[in-house]
């Protein structure tokens, strides 16, 4: 029973790189998001979607793009990617909108 | 603007003890807390939860109280084990807005 699952688990970019993150979940859960977590704060949602074929903006979405690609998958794309984007990027499901979320383990990213 | 604060980013306990972690708001209308656990390389996995309708959720060793008025919750692990040293955090949503989440707090509990 996978649950929610994240790949790559670490990633090196160059400024100016682009990358796509990947998430896939198992659950057949209607609600994706995409999260960051940064040193001495916490998880900030920079986009989410409630439902197959709907995406929408959280917090922090500048500099990053999203394609919920069918129920399972949920993408976030950095097309320029930058230092600031340094971070550690999580995907959550839930069955439905602010219900309780589940998470994959993450992808560490680091941008030079 | 950090609407859900975890102001001691540590602490330590010995095994046996109760452990206390402690979370405080700034939007009165959040309406749904929840407490997550994170172990190291590992995404956060939900612990307990508690609506604004009660002031208390018990759920074997974990406990979350509720102070509305304060805008003040907390978690207690009684009794605390090794098993438990992990990084918690605190989250708190409004009905159909974001879930926000505290910078989380690392708990050691020793042997």
């Known amino acids: ?112 | 603007d950090q609407q859900v604060k975890q102001n001691s980013p540590s602490l330590s306990v010995q095994e046996g003890r109760i452990s206390i972690l402690n979370c405080d708001y700034t939007n009165s209308m959040f309406d749904y807390f929840l407490w997550y656990k994170k172990y190291p390389a590992e995404g956060p996995t939900f612990l307990i939860s508690i609506s604004s309708i009660k002031d208390k959720n018990e759920d074997g060793r974990f406990t979350v109280f509720l102070n509305k008025s304060a805008k003040h919750l907390s978690l207690h692990i009684v009794p605390s084990q090794p098993g438990d040293s992990a990084v918690y955090f605190c989250a708190a949503s409004e009905l159909n807005n974001d879930m926000r989440f505290g910078a989380g707090t690392r708990l050691t509990v020793k042997p």
């Open chain 1, 1 to 112: 029973n996978a649950g929610v699952t994240q790949t790559p688990k670490f990633q090196v970019l160059k400024t100016g790189q682009s990358m796509t993150l990947q998430c896939a979940q198992d659950m057949n859960h209607n609600s994706m998001y995409w999260y960051r977590q940064d040193p001495g704060m916490g998880l900030r949602l920079i986009y989410y979607s409630a439902s197959e074929g709907t995406t929408d903006k959280g917090e922090v979405p500048n500099g990053y793009n999203v394609s919920r690609l069918n129920k399972r998958e949920f993408s976030l794309r950095l097309e320029s990617a930058a230092p600031s984007q340094t971070s550690v990027y999580f995907c959550a499901s839930s069955e439905e909108d602010k219900n309780i979320q589940y998470f994959g383990a993450g992808t560490r990213l680091s941008v030079l």
